[in-house]
């Protein structure tokens, strides 16, 4: 791919908050930052759906549910981005309201628990709890069982992806997935040369794209303290021992972002193991271009197109 970085983006770049160095960087100073780019736009009025409601899973784990006017709808849980320590209702809020109006579909967005106070599983076992609570709830939601979905940005990409063969194992109905340029192998911790030579992006777009591969270190630390874990198929879906069978996915990654290349090797094992794939690679894009939308083109035309193939997938 030899697109450039788009103009507007690089222009973005330059007035974004960054991760700190690995070196200097905590939880609370990285869910702060994330925060605090979201407040950034709090002077734009949000879209509006139909009704937002604050509710919360039987375990506690708070969601929050979009949704437009109208019954048997498809029904969207969403798990928010943020490398696993960070993100949460607040900085995904927007995306979440822009994503119930695109689709018209119920959106339940999920507080799962986050690092390093509940390492792994934790986050996995709340996504696949909040996956088990929509299908028992759908009607009350408004849902329509026949129409339900699975979606995440980055460390949320990579929870919807992990749920997804949870609802194969589970028999859970799953009609499609969206995966955001998600991660998909932690093998290695992002840390292993032997694994990051499978995926040029890691030292490609190291670091000046907005997300860098220390800070995708600094995460995996978090997420997998223990070392032994990072193979695990809940934290590194592209090594399930099948994918046979799965729902109908579309996979995005971005041109400049160190995930890139594990986004595209989880689309082509998809495809390998019989799935339907609709993919979108985001020339020109960085990692977070979804958040960009509203002020780049480009990004705003691929998250258009991204969703419009979601919609359909959903039916």
């Not at 690089?10 to 605090?36: G, I």
């Not at 800070?215 to 046979?244: C, E, V």
């Not at 894009?285 to 939308?293: I, K």
Request: with cysteine; proline share 9%.
């Amino acid at each position: 791919m030899d697109t450039p970085l788009d103009p507007v983006v690089a222009l973005v770049l330059t007035k974004l908050p960054r991760f700190e160095s690995s070196q200097v960087m905590t939880p609370a100073s990285c869910r702060k930052m994330m925060r605090d780019m979201a407040a950034a736009r709090n002077d734009i009025p949000p879209p509006q759906p139909g009704s937002v409601e604050e509710a919360a899973l039987p375990a506690g784990v708070p969601i929050r549910i979009y949704r437009p006017a109208g019954q048997g709808l498809p029904t969207v849980v969403y798990y928010h981005g943020g490398g696993w320590v960070a993100g949460d209702l607040e900085t995904h809020d927007r995306a979440c309201r822009q994503m119930a109006i695109d689709l018209n579909a119920v959106v339940v967005s999920v507080d799962y628990r986050r690092p390093p106070e509940a390492p792994f599983p934790a986050a996995y076992d709340d996504a696949v709890a909040a996956m088990q609570w929509a299908v028992a709830n759908i009607a009350s939601l408004g849902g329509d069982a026949r129409r339900i979905g699975v979606a995440g940005d980055s460390a949320g990409g990579n929870l919807a992806a992990a749920c997804a063969i949870a609802c194969r194992d589970l028999g859970l109905p799953l009609k499609a997935q969206c995966l955001i340029y998600p991660a998909t192998d932690l093998a290695g911790g992002y840390r292993e040369a032997a694994c990051n030579k499978d995926y040029p992006s890691r030292e490609q777009n190291a670091s000046g794209y907005f997300l860098e591969l220390d800070t995708m270190q600094w995460f995996a630390d978090h997420y997998l303290p223990d070392r032994s874990q990072l193979n695990d198929p809940r934290a590194s879906p592209i090594r399930a021992p099948s994918l046979a069978g799965l729902a109908p996915a579309v996979v995005t990654s971005a041109q400049f972002d160190p995930l890139r290349d594990e986004g595209i090797a989880y689309a082509q094992a998809l495809r390998a193991a019989g799935v339907t794939v609709h993919e979108h690679r985001g020339a020109g894009l960085v990692h977070g271009y979804v958040g960009m939308a509203p002020a780049v083109p480009s990004a705003f035309e691929e998250v258009r197109r991204l969703r419009a193939d979601f919609k359909a997938l959903l039916g």
